[in-house]
C-alpha cells in the first residue's frame, strides 16, 4: 500500500486502476460515446521510431521526473479511455479517481525552423513509405529529432490542463495523455505531422526536389580501352577515347573512330593459292621409278693377240 504524496491518498494498484478504467469505459461506450483507448501490452509504451522518438522527447523535461513515471504506471494500466490527436491539439480522458478531462495545445512548428529542417532532409528520404515506416538514416533521423530545432515540441511549445485538483506544473494524467500520444505514434505516425501542423507531401516534395535526376536522352558513353571495338560491337552504343588529340574534330555520330592507316598496309595482300594436292597412290601397287632401269653391265670381251 502507497499514498499519493500530493493527496495523501491511498495510491490504488494497476489491477485496480485497469478494472476502474474498463468499468468506466464501458459505461462511457453504453451512453453513445465514441472512444479511442491506448492499449500497451507489456511494459514498453513505444515500440518504433516515432513512438520512441516522442517518448525520449518527453523524457528530456527533468522538471517533471516524478510526474513522467506516475504517467507511465497510469498508462500502461490503461487509464487512458480515450485520446484524440488533431491539429495543434490533444484531447484525452485519464481514468483516476475519478475521470479526468485532459487538454493540451502544441504549437505548430515555427516557419524558419520547418524550412530548415526541409532544407537539411533534402535527398535523404527515398519515399513517404520509408519517412512513415522510420527507415531513414541517421543523419535525417537527429535532424527530425534535434531539441528544439527538430519537428518534436521543446516545453516552451506545450500547455496543458486537466480538471484533477492536482496543481502541480504536470499533473500524472497529462503526463499519461503524452505518453499515449507515443504509443499512437507507433500505429499512425503521420498524427505527429498533423500535431504540429506540417505536411508530410511538403517535406517529401522538398525531399525529391534535390536528388539528382538523369537527363532523358543522354547517350551512353564509356571509356575506350583495349577492346573497345568489340564492346561498341556488343553493345551498341558509343564510345569515347581515351586521349583526343587537341584541334581534332569529332567524329559524327553513329561512326566509332579508329587510328588512319598506312599507305604500306592500304592495299590488302593477295591471298596465296593452295597448294596442289598430291594424288593417293592405289592400294597394293608400288610406285614406278621415274628413270629407266639401268641395265646390268655386261664382262668386257679380251682381245687375243695373234702370234
Not at 49 to 77: H, I, M, P, Q, T
Not at 211 to 228: D, E, F, N, Q, T
Amino acid at each position: 500500500m502507497s499514498y499519493d504524496y500530493f493527496t495523501w491518498r491511498r495510491t490504488p494498484s494497476a489491477a485496480e486502476r485497469r478494472a476502474d478504467a474498463e468499468r468506466r469505459r464501458n459505461t462511457a461506450t453504453h451512453r453513445g460515446a465514441a472512444l479511442s483507448p491506448v492499449a500497451i501490452t507489456g511494459r514498453t509504451i513505444a515500440r518504433t521510431f516515432w513512438g520512441k522518438a516522442w517518448c525520449d522527447n518527453l523524457e528530456r523535461y527533468r522538471d517533471f521526473a516524478y510526474r513522467l513515471e506516475r504517467g507511465r504506471s497510469y498508462v500502461r494500466s490503461g487509464a487512458v479511455i480515450d485520446l484524440q490527436i488533431e491539429a495543434g491539439a490533444i484531447r484525452a480522458k485519464v481514468s483516476g479517481s475519478s475521470l479526468y478531462d485532459v487538454a493540451i495545445e502544441i504549437d505548430a512548428v515555427a516557419p524558419d525552423a520547418w524550412r530548415a529542417i526541409r532544407r537539411d532532409c533534402a535527398g535523404g528520404i527515398a519515399s513517404r513509405l520509408d519517412l512513415l515506416a522510420g527507415k531513414l538514416s541517421d543523419a535525417v533521423m537527429s535532424r527530425l529529432c534535434a531539441d528544439r530545432i527538430g519537428l518534436f515540441p521543446a516545453p516552451s511549445a506545450i500547455r496543458f490542463t486537466c480538471s484533477c485538483p492536482d496543481y502541480a506544473i504536470m499533473c500524472k494524467h497529462v503526463a499519461a495523455s503524452m505518453y499515449g500520444v507515443g504509443a499512437r505514434l507507433d500505429h499512425a505516425p503521420e498524427l505527429l505531422f498533423a500535431l504540429r501542423r506540417a505536411s508530410v507531401d511538403d517535406l517529401m516534395t522538398s525531399a525529391l526536389s534535390e536528388v539528382p535526376s538523369k537527363r532523358p536522352g543522354s547517350p551512353r558513353v564509356l571509356a575506350a580501352s583495349a577492346g573497345g571495338g568489340d564492346l561498341a560491337a556488343m553493345f551498341g552504343i558509343e564510345l569515347a577515347d581515351a586521349a583526343v588529340q587537341p584541334g581534332a574534330r569529332p567524329a559524327p555520330p553513329g561512326k566509332s573512330r579508329s587510328a588512319p592507316k598506312s599507305s604500306a598496309a592500304a592495299a590488302p595482300a593477295a591471298p596465296a593459292p593452295p597448294a596442289p594436292k598430291a594424288k593417293a597412290a592405289r592400294s597394293g601397287t608400288k610406285p614406278v621409278a621415274a628413270s629407266k632401269r639401268r641395265a646390268k653391265p655386261r664382262p668386257a670381251k679380251s682381245k687375243v693377240s695373234r702370234g
